[in-house]
């Protein structure tokens, strides 16, 4: 697949009605590099708003991809620093997305592979095992690391949120290692999705 048109949709709080198309979300700790993802996927670099500090998307933003289908950049989550209110309407905000959306065919957790995972990597691992969506590790920021450094970091990751070695994709919205792989395997789940 080639993404060759991506454009900004919408935003939404959680509650409304969701558009008909199929959709991949992306979610993932604050900070970890979901707007930049989408922004590598897409080729554009202003297309998600980019911040070095955490909590900074907090709407449900909508991207229209090649008129065919939606990425979905959800709200970071375990950025300590916002009051218990906002953590409750984060939470709200997730659920009800994750209730309207009918047309889901794919998340994209993304976890710093820097770093191990924390209790709320796992927990989010677990509601979408839980829950039977279909899903991908992305493991961000590999820039960062060596070749024997990313290989122990995705045993890690396995290893911790209990997925296989083929469920995870390293890669980087710096030098766009990965980028490609990406977006061959979401084209791979839109073909399965167009046939289903
Ligand atoms: N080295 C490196 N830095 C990255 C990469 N991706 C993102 N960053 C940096 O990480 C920081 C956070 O990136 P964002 O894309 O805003 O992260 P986010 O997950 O959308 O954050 P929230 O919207 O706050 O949840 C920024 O300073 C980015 O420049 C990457 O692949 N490599
Ligand atoms: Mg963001």
Redesign the pocket.
């Known amino acids: 697949m080639r993404i060759k048109r991506a454009e900004f949709l919408t935003s939404l709080t959680g509650g409304q009605k969701l558009p008909e198309v199929p959709q991949i979300a992306v979610v993932?700790k604050?900070?970890?590099?979901?707007?930049?993802?989408i922004n590598c996927l897409c080729g554009q670099n202003k297309l998600a708003r980019?911040?070095?500090e955490?909590?900074?998307?907090r709407l449900i933003n909508l991207y229209r991809i090649n008129d065919s289908f939606l990425l979905v950049?959800l709200?970071?989550y375990g950025?300590a620093r916002v009051s218990r209110g906002m953590q409750e309407d984060w939470g709200r905000m997730m659920d009800s997305y994750f209730e309207g959306a009918t047309r889901l065919a794919h998340v994209l957790h993304?976890v710093d592979m820097r770093h191990e995972p924390g209790e709320n990597d796992v927990q989010m691992q677990a509601f979408l095992q839980h829950n039977r969506i279909p899903c991908t590790v992305v493991a961000?920021?590999c820039?960062?690391l060596s070749r024997a450094q990313r290989q122990k970091a995705v045993l890690l990751l396995c290893r911790t949120l209990g997925v296989q070695p083929w469920e995870v994709q390293p890669?980087?919205?710096?030098t766009r290692e990965g980028r490609e792989e990406l977006i061959d395997r979401i084209g791979v789940i839109l073909g399965e999705e167009d046939e289903a």
């Open positions: 993932g604050s900070n970890v590099g979901k707007s930049s993802l980019v911040s070095a955490p909590g900074k998307t950049d709200p970071g950025y993304l961000t920021k820039d960062k890669v980087s919205s710096v």
